[in-house]
């Protein structure tokens, strides 16, 4: 088995303190939470930060918590909780859809949600979950913490706005009246990373035959900040037929940018995305109606 | 750096390099070889153990990582010499040919039935769905898994079972 | 007599499921150093110069060797299993990504894979030849300037061309189709390594490896380092998987044992996942163009294929020596045909090298493949049911012996039988009904048959040899006064549990309990020389051998039983684990107590010189021929081209089965293979020469949520010339299963039009057939 370079190894029991240890060590410092998005990567020797800054031992990032409007998420929080918590289930049933196919049973249990997203890897699920979503992430640095929209989060394949002094610790989701949400994945294999995959999360009006507003997030398939801004514009505000929604996947199709590889060819994955794109409007519109899921 | 693990039951004291693998600290340092490795990118789970009760693929976090807590390996599954109805299980019901993936998988199929202790075989599946068994084409260890619920004296019996 | 036949648990499972297990990577010896290869990051380039200095100046490494330090020792280069050779380090050129170019020896595995980043490679990069269809183009790169043939290795044909030619210009219909059977790899889940011990002052090595074939590596080992044969010990510990992987003698354990030469210490070296995927041997890799011929209500009269083989870098497809295709001129398959004629081509490319491995019984997976395709390919084109087809045209039981067109003898086999067992536990027509009903509705489901005979437990002697070493295989029994006994086989098991079956074995011939055999293997110093296990040798040849041993046994016994019972010995028979008096049964001795006498002071009889212990070596007077029909049945989602295996039926027929429950364990894994081998597995590369599948991220294997749970029945058609009538059961499913997969996933997009499809079925090469514009599999990017 591969092994990771030499490193060295602070551990912080809170975020002011981990905050220093960034600080002290930037730009070689690496957060280590989970460690099952880091840790692979420093054994194929593709990430060789200097120093490890473990934050596992700092209580109070780990948590799933509704608050009147807003569920908030601990940047510690584990794909396990998320898939274990029912508020999250019960308002957000795209974040259930996509951790049940992230990686496997027991990566679940350590892999945290924070981790997942600030390695940024383009073919994340929950990065595109996120901006169906329209969340957002609060991040801590020497000067405080500030707010950036999950739709702004992710400036690139691997890379994030957070600075090498900052730390992830929470992610917000509003909560909304009259919304059903979906995600849909094809892989190779159970557990794979997607060849391609979109989420959705739609809110309709009173009469419930019109997009009040909407949010589609594509994995994998070069989407800009993981959305499709164009088909999201297309369909706000438009009635509700099987017409529209395919034609939102055809928008969506038309502007991501695929690459070919050995998980697909990328005329096949701008398919998958004006069919999986389609597919996830009608569960979401479905589940928006409380009809079944 | 200096780290205390307690293992099976056992505390140890080592020194250790950061960058140590939990899997290599239990094979190599602590000569614990029931647990093995199989890959290189967290795919095969032949390295899970128990970390603080909680299932963990071992390649994947460093020994570091682990100080202070408990770990539970195949080795310290036995109670009092007795083995595991897992264990058991898995010879009643032919889950295992050449052995190689057989401690992952039993350490994974007794954390399930601690969980959940009458599992069907689809969430058998679904529970040992990240580790690889080239040999038995899984069958025979959703067979033992099954067997194992049937024949369990020991649902609810660990101790500090609080998965944190 | 079956007496301790049947399913009962394995002995071998008490230190398995304790972790007690001992592989290669388990054992720590004193003074042991770790070793670690620098491998090419080029697939073709040439070595300008190599520097070691700052590696040697690592206070924690030991030593490094390169190619011109093997060349001092005559190591440099080592003879492959199929009479080429093969860089143990590189001298002149790289010829596939992740050739072995250093070898790095430290204290400690970490410190060894970071001294691998302190040496220095100066690569001249040359054009990688990388597609084998463009192999033999002129211009093309050439990969073995040292070879007078350019990238062509072999060329062999089998079978009757004039023949086959008229019965194809007779026929009302052909059928063809080019197919490919691509890449893959076993990848066990324990990967090779070997721990090297060299002894200067009595010049003895013992090696501790990961070896399916211990004394074929020994002779080998022999030959490459120059140590005499006696002064070498292989010691084969428990395997963590074989299938084929573990056969060939690979430089890393060449590497260890002359680090062990030059440091005068233990050297351990075990490779990491990659490594295994990218040097260790793969499987397959034929480029097949098939055809079959058939009259116009369905009766095949002949089959033709013409076959270019990509070998990789070097020929170490690993087969008898008489045939560079191996077996796969055994395709004409399970039916009668007229004629048959095939053409292999062999080619060298840059990749790693190869060809012979994972269930492929010598190359029946790609025969099997190909035949059950095109059967289905005519069926569809004679508009017959595919079930209807096949049942047409199987051989019929009284038609055994049958000799093939291309000239093998299949020993035994009621084919329809197998068959319609299948298709009545399948619920055939059932399946059809619903296959028609949902099409009505937009669903696409498929229903794929295969019918296989494979040829297993190589042998005779006269025929097959591996580089001279002729492959029959021995057993050597004793039995203790007490009436216990030990078994000596040359096979190696790596799960199969050669400990428990063979135990049954020699307890069924003896009348004792398999509790009182124990079975010994996998170390050469205690075992009878034999070529190992693959090809699913162990039953037909090992197992055979077994059971002479134990007939010699028994009847050194009646010779002693009737001194003991004052008795001739024609007056005694052997009853219910006895030999006793004929008409007076209550007199008689069991071999425990025969073996008691046969130690003590009592006079002997001729022939016995002071205990019952007996040995042989089987010579196999012909392959053994297991046989199944699969139904494999598929749901198909055209929209996104994802494909769920729903259903596996398999019927398999090995002759006598010595422990059910371990002949269905066999089979239950070849069922994944096949949905592996036919949804997800490939090993593939960039036109640049990159491999793309070194990892199991993207080399992808099944999970426990992608096998259904099988469907097995069996029937029985017991070998005649096997001493038990078994025929061996390894590698069947594997062979079997994944024509059976294509051939549901193709049923299910026939309303697409859709004819055929090339493995792996992923979803987006099952979407790209849909859409008329199919992938070439083997490559890369399309």
Redesign the interface.
Known sequence: ???P??VEYEKASSVEQALALLARYAPGARILAGGHSLIPMMKLRLAQPEVLIDINAITGLRYIEPTADELRIGALARHADLLAATVAGENFAILHDAERVIA?PVVRQWGTIGGSLCQADPSEDLSAAFAALKGSMIIHGPDGSREVSARAFHTGPYQTVVAPDEMLTEIRLPIRLDGGSAYMK????????P?GAAGAAVWLTAGGDRIADVGIGLTAVGATHFVAAEAEEFLRGRPVTDETLAQAGEIAAEHCRPG??????A???R??VR??TA?VLRRAVSRARGQAS | MKITVTVNGTDYARVV?P??LLI?FL??EL???????????S??G?CVVWLDETPVKSCTVLAVMADGRRIT???GL?RNGA?DPV??A???C?G????????GM?MTARWLLDQNPDPS?EE???A???????????????RSVRWAAKHDGRAGDRAGGDGA | MTGAYGPR??K??????????T?V??I?VPGMLHGAILRSPLAHARIVSVDVTAALAHPAVVAVLTGDDLAERGMAWMPTVFGDVQAVLATDKVRFQGQEVAFVVATD??TA??ALELIAVDYEPLPPLMDALTALDPGAPVVREDLPGGNRIFDWSAGDKAATDAAFAAADVVVGCDMIYPRSHP?????CGAIAEYEAVGGRLTLTVTSQAPHAHRTMYAAITGLPEHKIRIVSP????G?GAKVPVYPGYLCAIAASMATGRPVKWVE???ENLMSTTFARDYHMHGEIAATADGEILALRATVLADHGAFNAAAQPSKFPAGFFHIFTGSYQTRAAYCEVTGVFTNKAPGGVAYSCSFRITEAVYLVERLTDMLARELGMDPAELRMRNLLRPEQFPYTTPSGWQYDSGDYPRALRLALDMAGYDDLRREQAERRARGEYMGIGLSFFTEGVGAGPRSQMDILGLAMSDGADLRVHPTGKAVLAISVQT????HETTFAQLVANELGISPDDVDVVHGDTDRTPFGLGTYGSRSTPVSGAAAVVAATRVRDRARVVAAAMLEVAADDLEWLDGKWRVRGDPDLGFGIAEIAQAAHSTIELPAGVEGHLDASAVYNPPNLTFPFGAYICVTDVDP????VRVRRFIAVDDCGVRINP??V??QV?????DGIGIA??QSI?FDETGNC??G????Y????????P??ELGETVTPSPHHPVGAKGIGESATVGSPAAVVNSVVDALAPFGVVHADMPL???NV??AIQGRP?RTDL???
């Not at chain 1, 070919?260 to 060819?265: A, E, F, K, L, Y």
């Not at chain 3, 428990?238 to 998987?241: I, V, W």
């Open positions: 088995m591969q092994v370079a030499q496997d094809v892989a190779r294999r159970i557990g794979d990373w060849i070919s590889d050995q998980r697909g060819p005329d096949y994955k398919h998958l069919e999986l597919r | 390099e960058r140590l290599h094979r190599d000569r614990l070889t029931g647990s093995h490795w199989g890959c290189d990118t795919n095969c032949a390996t195949i080795e036995p083995l264990q058991e898995f010879a009643a032919h295992l040919q050449c052995g190689f993936c057989t401690p039993i075989p058998i599946r679904e040992i769905s990240g580790q690889v068994c080239r040999c038995t084409g899984y069958e025979n260890i959703v | 648990p394995r071998e499972d008490a230190r398995f499921i304790r972790g007690q297990g592989f990577d388990d720590a595995r970490y894979r970071d990848a066990p889940l324990e990967t428990d395997l963590g998987g299938f990491d996942r990659s790596q799960g199969q549990g929209g996104t081209g994802e429950m371990i269905e364990g239950h894994r070849g069922l994944a949804l997800m593939v793309l599948s990892s199991f991220m993207d992808l294997l099944p999970t426990s949520l992608e096998c749970s099988p992923t979803p987006g979407w790209r992938v890369s990017l399309s």
